[in-house]
């Protein structure tokens, strides 16, 4: 490739070239990055190229405006299945397979001598794809998990790295980078005008304008720039689709219902205003509290109070008894008195 193509021209011969391309995100991908992988699969296939989207993490809200069917989760879709059998004495006569349901058979007629089961052995064959494009990630250690779990899974392929961030590490054998744009959607507007004109049509442009509106926060982030506003216009002009973009992305900022609240915290929907917790609990306290106004209380209170004025009344009596009126009290002190005077005289 001639050193005096820009970047974005040698990402555009790269693609003109490839037959067999597979697009993949960053982990955890955002609304721009599965936009733009959206985008670029169906520019791609108007090119007569397959090209396939591999994303193991879940997807943002906006795929809800996508149909995500052709999403894959596992790269290992693109690869061949091999089939070897061992010949070590066995000459092949005829080979023919038949395909009945979601079943395979693959018959192998012998010229003399007979295989065994143990002669058959199986294996996956090599990546079929020979181009690999990487949306919005800075960082190599960032692409998705499928890289992590097959490290030499780029080995000896381009990969074309278009990304809008200033960390970007420039890991790929492209690396298609633009500080200026707000968003990876952008810069594929120009990438695809280079491909082929006219390329955008409304599905695209939905997702491009998908992808410039999340990633500038409706246009209000400072990387929003006139050209953002003006690629912007562009999708719409191509048929943007912005009434549902904005359905989907307003919904994606409601708040998760939260957990209901304790029974006696739970507003009454019957009542207009209803009362705080404390309010409501003022009757049962009053219910349960004694009423001193209460006629039962009253008599209570009357037969209490006559039952302590006889009680009183009959101690105040006995206290103020004169001595002669308590015979038998006063009995035994005269006999103790004579005693006593007795006493005296005897000892006299």
């Known amino acids: 490739m001639q050193n005096d193509l820009t970047p974005k021209q040698q990402a555009s011969e790269l693609i003109k070239q490839a037959h067999n391309i597979v697009i993949v995100t960053g982990r955890e991908p955002s609304n721009d990055q599965l936009a733009a992988a959206i985008a670029t699969q169906r520019a791609l296939n108007k090119l007569q190229k397959q090209a396939s989207i591999v994303i193991t993490d879940a997807l943002p809200k906006s795929a809800e405006l996508f149909d995500t069917q052709f999403i894959s ?3 290992q879709g693109v690869r061949d299945f091999i089939i070897s059998v061992a010949m070590h004495s066995v000459v092949v006569d005829k080979l023919k397979y038949n395909v009945e349901g979601d079943r395979l058979d693959v018959t192998i007629t012998p010229l003399n001598g007979n295989f065994k089961a143990g002669d058959v052995s199986f294996e996956q064959g090599p990546f079929k794809f020979d181009l690999v494009i990487a949306l919005g990630v800075p960082q190599i250690i960032k692409l998705d998990k499928i890289v992590e779990k097959n490290p030499t899974i780029f080995d000896g392929l381009h990969l074309i790295n278009i990304d809008y961030h200033r960390i970007n590490e420039e890991y790929g054998s492209v690396n298609y980078i633009d500080q200026n744009s707000s968003s990876v959607c952008e810069m594929l507007v120009s990438l695809f005008e280079s491909l082929e004109q006219g390329m955008v049509d409304e599905s695209i442009a939905t997702a491009l304008y998908t992808g410039i509106t999340t990633a500038t926060h409706n246009f209000t982030t400072p990387d929003t720039t006139a050209k953002s506003m003006t690629v912007a216009a562009q ?5 943007a689709k912005q009434q549902e973009i904005v359905r989907v992305l307003q919904s994606n900022n409601t708040p998760k219902p939260t957990s209901s609240p304790a029974p006696y915290n739970k507003p009454n929907p019957i009542t207009a205003n209803p009362q705080p917790p404390t309010a409501a ?5 009053e219910a349960v509290a004694p009423d001193a106004t209460a006629a039962t209380s009253i008599k209570e209170a009357i037969k209490q109070a ?5 009680t009183e009344s009959a101690i105040g009596t006995a206290d103020n008894k004169a001595p002669e009126d308590t015979p038998k009290t006063k009995a035994p002190e005269t006999k103790a008195s004579e005693v006593q005077h007795n006493g005296s005289k005897k000892k006299i």
């Not at 006559?306 to 006889?310: R, S, T």
């Open 73 to 75: 989760n596992d790269i």
């Open 235 to 239: 999708m719409l002009a191509a048929g």
């Open 281 to 285: 609990k003022e009757p049962n306290i």
């Open 306 to 310: 006559q039952i302590a004025a006889e």
